[in-house]
């Protein structure tokens, strides 16, 4: 037997996979991820039985809910399905994911859409952090089409804001989750953040790297990983994350000063692999630690003068804007970090039904 489920399957920035509302979904947190594991076919390689897409970057899952608040306009839970593990991680969030959530919530009848844009309060359940989306809906109805352009993704659409408010130690609770802007582990000097995500930051020269390096490249490159690997596990500890063997977070990233026009250039990991372009969330972070004196990236960073608060990041797959609003605290010595803002864009790809067997992954229907 077969258990249907409605679903919306939408690209959401350079990511995508199926949105579900939270009524669909079994209330059992194990039940539900069991139902996740199944409809996106993990664990497999390919996940050839399921929906998902065989990559980190396309077995993700939205789970849209009504609010929870009254100073909010919906709930908003980010489901990490591991593609060859039977693991469901709902620790991290996942800001590209975040863009299709608003056109969700309006064209599921969760929140009224007004002309000619909406904005919507998202509580994102992950973090308890607060995210305002500002999605074009002329005549009250969701655009997909315009002229914004992400790098990651080809051809244009509606651009839909993020704005990041109150985002500092969304995960560990302190924007410097060890206390301090630089700590050296394994002998190198290394930085953790969380800004939206917990993120430890790595210069890329001291693991004998550019940092300009293809996804390909850095893939392929088992020492580097391992290297990568230990570190994070030690800063995990260090920020109080405890034994994250087998969780996302924190996340891990390689920087270095830019080679073009950016502010910085990074190379992001998932954390076991390279992202292919750069999450939301991690550049959001990256953003916030190019302005905090004393970490790797800020000693890396090439602020403009004309806009010091406009971080361009230089990533694989091109460039990425992020918006800072920043304030000094009352001892005028460390930015307060206001807010942090970007474009992304969405697409819709099909809604419809997904059938999942009644029974453990694995197992016959």
């Given amino acids: 037997m077969l258990l249907s489920i409605p679903c919306t399957l939408i690209r959401g920035g350079t990511s995508k996979g199926p949105y579900f ?15 996740l594991l199944a409809a996106m076919g993990s664990p497999h390689a390919r996940q050839i039985d399921g929906i998902g897409g065989g990559d980190t970057l396309t077995s993700k899952v939205v789970i849209v809910s009504p609010a929870s608040r009254a100073d909010i306009d919906v709930d908003y839970l980010f489901a990490q399905v591991s593609v060859e593990t039977a693991t469901v991680d709902t620790t991290p969030n996942c800001g590209n994911m975040l863009a299709g959530v608003g056109p969700f919530a309006i064209e599921n009848g969760l929140v009224r859409a007004t002309d000619p844009v909406t904005t919507l309060r998202i509580l994102n359940v992950n973090t308890g952090k607060v995210v305002e989306a500002v ?39 302190r924007l410097l ?28 020269a001291a693991m004998g790297k550019t940092g300009y390096e293809s996804k390909a490249e850095l893939d392929a490159d088992r020492k580097l990983k391992s290297r990568l690997e230990s570190v994070r596990l030690q800063v995990a500890l260090m920020a109080g994350l405890g034994d994250v063997r087998d969780k996302v977070l924190p996340k891990i990233a390689l920087v270095a000063p830019p080679q073009g026009e950016g502010v910085i250039a990074s190379r992001y990991f998932t954390p076991w692999n390279c992202h292919s372009a750069y999450a939301v969330t991690g550049a959001l972070c990256l ?29 694989p797959a091109g460039s990425l804007d992020i918006r800072l609003k920043v304030a000094t605290d009352a001892a005028g010595a460390e930015p307060v970090i206001l807010s942090a803002g970007l474009i ?11 059938h999942v067997p009644l029974c453990e992954p694995g197992q016959a229907a």
């Fill in 21 to 35: 509302y939270a009524k669909d979904l079994p209330a059992d947190p194990a039940e539900r991820d069991r139902v």
């Fill in 135 to 173: 999605i074009q809906t002329p005549g009250g109805v969701v655009s997909y089409d315009g002229l914004a352009r992400i790098d990651g993704v080809p051809g244009n659409g509606a651009p839909i804001q993020l704005n990041f408010r109150d985002a500092a130690g969304a995960k560990t609770g």
């Fill in 177 to 204: 989750p060890t206390g301090k802007p630089l700590d050296v582990v394994d002998g190198v000097e290394v930085s953790c953040v969380d800004f939206s995500t917990p993120l430890v930051f790595v210069p890329a």
């Fill in 287 to 315: 953003a916030a630690a190019s302005i905090i004196p004393g970490s790797v990236v800020h000693r890396l960073a090439r602020p403009k003068a004309s806009d010091p608060h406009l971080v361009t990041i230089e990533q």
């Fill in 344 to 354: 992304r864009t969405a697409r819709r790809l099909f809604r419809g039904t997904v």
